[in-house]
C-alpha cells in the first residue's frame, strides 16, 4: 500500500511544483528564445503523459529504494542526479538540434529538472517516512 501512496504524494507535489516553476521559472525564458514555437493552448494529453510515466520511472529508479530504506537524502540525491540527466537530454538535444535554443534554456531547466526531481523524491520519501526534519 506503500508504494500507491508514494505514488501519489510524489506526483501531487511534482505537478505542484512544476506549475508553479515553469509559469515563474522556465515560461519567461522560453518565452525570449523560442516563444514562437510554443503551443497555445498547452496540450494537456501529451503533458499528463508526461507527468504520469516521469514520477513512475522517478519511484522506480530513486524513491521505492530510498523509501525501503527510509533514507530521504538518498531520494534527494538520486532524484537530483535524474532530473538533471533527464531535463539535460532534452535541453541538450533541442540545442543540438534547434537553431533558436539557448544556453541560458539549457542552464535554467536543467537545473529546474533536478531541484524538482530531487525535491519532490525527497518530499514523497520523507513524508511517509516521517522523516521531514
Known amino acids: ?8 504524494v510524489t506526483a501531487a507535489i511534482f505537478l505542484g ?3 508553479l516553476g515553469i ?4 515560461r519567461p525564458v522560453f518565452d525570449r528564445h523560442v516563444g ?14 508526461f507527468y504520469l510515466a516521469y514520477v513512475a520511472g522517478l519511484l522506480y529508479f530513486v524513491s ?7 533514507a530521504p537524502l538518498q531520494a534527494l540525491l538520486g532524484g537530483a542526479l535524474l532530473g ?3 531535463y539535460g537530454t532534452y535541453e541538450m538535444t533541442n540545442y543540438a538540434t534547434l537553431a533558436d535554443w539557448s544556453v541560458e ?15 519532490s523524491a525527497w518530499a514523497g520519501v520523507a513524508i511517509l517516512t516521517g522523516k521531514l526534519a
Not at 500500500?1 to 501519489?8: E, H, V
Request: one cysteine or more.
Open 36 to 49: 514562437h514555437l510554443l503551443a497555445e493552448p498547452l496540450r494537456l494529453g501529451p503533458a499528463a503523459g
Open 1 to 8: 500500500m506503500q508504494i500507491p501512496l508514494l505514488y501519489g
Open 84 to 86: 538533471l540527466m533527464c
Open 23 to 26: 509559469r515563474f521559472i522556465v
Open 64 to 70: 521505492v529504494d530510498a523509501l525501503r530504506d527510509a
Open 105 to 119: 534554456q539549457i542552464v535554467v531547466d536543467g537545473l529546474w529538472g533536478a531541484f524538482l526531481t530531487g525535491f
Open 17 to 19: 511544483l512544476d506549475m
